[in-house]
């Protein structure tokens, strides 16, 4: 089956059409600065590598929707020759709340709950909603499927999601650990389990994905089991602009000392902080890689504090799984990035984990395998959500809506 995965943001929609059969995508394609009157859109295809650029005035969502799909279709420049051809569209939702513990056909109960969800998610789930609609307007004979970020973590035990807060905040407002990258993690996993040719039911797992967002997670028998992002992706590891964990009672005071509101102190936690504001250079890796090599104090404490932060995490993770059979590293930093990947895994030969360093430089570029020379096993995991929103759309494009196969 071919696949659109559709992946919303504020002013960008990301998108491939995935062969579930070949388990590849055909295209891969970015809109960016949608509504600013000059929006680009850039695709790729994997076949001949054939690149286009162009700019447009794409007003919102559904105008960007649509020139995605007539560049699709194109019969030069596309990936298929109608758009009878894409058997379903996955489309990924950052927050499922405890309302989906699983992917979902889409409908108007559907919709309507991932609605009521905005409060928990109010930066990211307008902006999915928007990418559906557009989306269903233009392909609305066509099977749509809705993958949650946080679906994956909903296996989490009490003891790993809830926070040590007066209950009733919970009962009355829903506050917890939720997790995010779910389909990410997900894809960790069940790699780690091919490469490794072991039964993934079997295996104590840590997944890192490391890109602009970062987050851990324990996987026990294919599930998780904790993980580092919380109520909202602003906890937990160090980010390229996020602050990653904090002591609540520091933003209260810097409130108070500062004189900011709630919607400064948002932004100063979520676009100021992190690889950023420690640097106060770039929340690039790459960046912050080069200034560190020329000297930079400011760089070099940044990577120390990101890649600590990262350690402390593999360390907890094992204790919690009582030992970890792999490591996997995802994500743009993760899978290409192999100097952090060593420091990640800096004073872990007590858990097994030492690494080769010349199967781990070779790793980068998209590149997949093992690097390491202990007894535990760790990885680079090319970055694999895309396709995992494509084969729940395929597998749920199966069933018709009342629930039998179709």
Same mark, same amino acid.
Request: aromatic content about 4%.
């Given at each position: 089956?071919?696949?659109?995965?559709?992946?919303?943001?504020?002013?960008?929609?990301?998108?491939?059409?995935?062969?579930?059969?070949?388990?590849?995508?055909?295209?891969?394609?970015?809109?960016?600065?949608?509504?600013?009157?000059?929006?680009?859109?850039?695709?790729?295809?994997?076949?001949?590598?054939?690149?286009?650029?162009?700019?447009?005035?794409?007003?919102?969502?559904?105008?960007?929707?649509?020139?995605?799909?007539?560049?699709?279709?194109?019969?030069?420049?596309?990936?298929?020759?109608?758009?009878?051809?894409?058997?379903?569209?996955?489309?990924?939702?950052?927050?499922?709340?405890?309302?989906?513990?699983?992917?979902?056909?889409?409908?108007?109960?559907?919709?309507?709950?991932?609605?009521?969800?905005?409060?928990?998610?109010?930066?990211?789930?307008?902006?999915?909603?928007?990418?559906?609609?557009?989306?269903?307007?233009?392909?609305?004979?066509?099977?749509?499927?809705?993958?949650?970020?946080?679906?994956?973590?909903?296996?989490?035990?009490?003891?790993?999601?809830?926070?040590?807060?007066?209950?009733?905040?919970?009962?009355?407002?829903?506050?917890?650990?939720?997790?995010?990258?779910?389909?990410?993690?997900?894809?960790?996993?069940?790699?780690?389990?091919?490469?490794?040719?072991?039964?993934?039911?079997?295996?104590?797992?840590?997944?890192?994905?490391?890109?602009?967002?970062?987050?851990?997670?324990?996987?026990?028998?294919?599930?998780?089991?904790?993980?580092?992002?919380?109520?909202?992706? !602003? %906890?937990?590891?160090?980010?390229?602009? /996020?602050?990653?964990?904090?002591?609540? $009672? =520091? +933003? #209260?005071?810097?409130?108070?000392?500062?004189?900011?509101?709630?919607?400064?102190?948002?932004?100063?936690?979520?676009?100021?902080?992190?690889?950023?504001?420690?640097?106060?250079?770039?929340?690039?890796?790459?960046?912050?890689?080069?200034?560190?090599?020329?000297?930079?104090?400011?760089?070099?404490?940044? !990577? %120390?504090?990101?890649?600590?932060?990262? /350690?402390?995490?593999?360390?907890?993770? $094992? =204790? +919690? #799984?009582?030992?970890?059979?792999?490591?996997?590293?995802?994500?743009?930093?993760?899978?290409?990035?192999?100097?952090?990947?060593?420091?990640?895994?800096?004073?872990?030969?007590?858990?097994?984990?030492?690494?080769?360093?010349?199967?781990?430089?070779?790793?980068?570029?998209?590149?997949?395998?093992?690097?390491?020379?202990?007894?535990?096993?760790?990885?680079?995991?090319?970055?694999?959500?895309?396709?995992?929103?494509?084969?729940?759309?395929?597998?749920?494009?199966?069933?018709?809506?009342?629930?039998?196969?179709?």
């Amino acid at each position: 089956m071919k696949v659109l995965v559709v992946n919303s943001g504020s002013s960008s929609v990301k998108y491939q059409v995935v062969d579930t059969v070949a388990r590849a995508p055909l295209v891969v394609g970015l809109v960016e600065r949608i509504g600013a009157g000059g929006a680009v859109l850039t695709q790729q295809r994997r076949d001949d590598g054939a690149r286009i650029r162009s700019t447009a005035p794409l007003l919102d969502h559904r105008d960007a929707i649509e020139a995605i799909l007539d560049l699709i279709a194109d019969p030069e420049r596309g990936a298929v020759e109608s758009l009878d051809e894409i058997g379903a569209v996955g489309h990924r939702v950052v927050h499922g709340g405890e309302a989906f513990t699983e992917s979902a056909r889409i409908d108007p109960h559907v919709l309507d709950r991932i609605r009521e969800l905005i409060a928990l998610a109010p930066l990211h789930n307008p902006h999915n909603l928007a990418g559906i609609g557009a989306a269903l307007a233009r392909l609305p004979d066509v099977p749509h499927v809705a993958v949650f970020d946080t679906a994956f973590h909903t296996s989490m035990p009490p003891r790993a999601f809830h926070y040590a807060l007066p209950y009733v905040l919970y009962e009355r407002h829903r506050i917890r650990r939720y997790g995010f990258h779910g389909t990410s993690h997900q894809h960790v996993a069940s790699r780690l389990a091919d490469l490794l040719g072991r039964p993934l039911e079997e295996l104590r797992l840590i997944s890192i994905h490391l890109g602009n967002g970062a987050s851990a997670c324990a996987v026990a028998k294919g599930r998780s089991i904790d993980t580092s992002m919380g109520f909202t992706p !602003l %906890d937990g590891l160090v980010m390229g602009t /996020r602050s990653g964990d904090l002591d609540a $009672a =520091a +933003v #209260l005071h810097v409130m108070g000392r500062e004189e900011i509101g709630i919607a400064d102190a948002t932004a100063l936690l979520n676009k100021h902080s992190g690889l950023q504001g420690l640097s106060g250079i770039s929340s690039d890796m790459r960046d912050l890689l080069e200034e560190e090599a020329e000297g930079s104090k400011r760089a070099a404490l940044a !990577l %120390d504090v990101y890649t600590y932060r990262v /350690r402390k995490y593999i360390g907890a993770y $094992a =204790a +919690v #799984l009582e030992g970890v059979d792999a490591v996997g590293f995802t994500g743009g930093i993760g899978q290409n990035a192999p100097g952090i990947r060593a420091r990640c895994l800096e004073g872990l030969r007590f858990l097994g984990l030492e690494i080769d360093p010349e199967a781990n430089e070779r790793l980068t570029g998209g590149e997949e395998g093992f690097f390491h020379a202990g007894a535990t096993a760790a990885a680079a995991i090319r970055t694999g959500e895309e396709l995992v929103i494509a084969l729940e759309a395929e597998r749920l494009a199966a069933v018709d809506p009342s629930g039998s196969p179709g």
